[in-house]
């Protein structure tokens, strides 16, 4: 069901992150404020996967609802 699908769609976002961590699927952009330095990009209409890239590693702090109503 839904939950397969989002877990196929966070796995490709990952791999991408990893190859390419500005550019490609996802709509990937910047982070302002607190958040500064970290990436985000969409996993669906709602949730982001919010990341970080360093030289050599991916660190993912976020995989979740990124609008507050």
Known sequence: GQDKKTLKRIN????????????????????????????????DDVNRLVYQATDNELVI??????YES
């Open 12 to 43: 490709q976002l990952i791999n991408e992150a990893a190859r390419s961590p500005f550019e490609g699927i996802g709509k990937p952009e910047p982070l302002r404020g607190d958040l500064s330095g970290f990436w985000s990009r969409r996993i």
């Open 61 to 66: 702090i976020a995989c979740r609802h990124h």
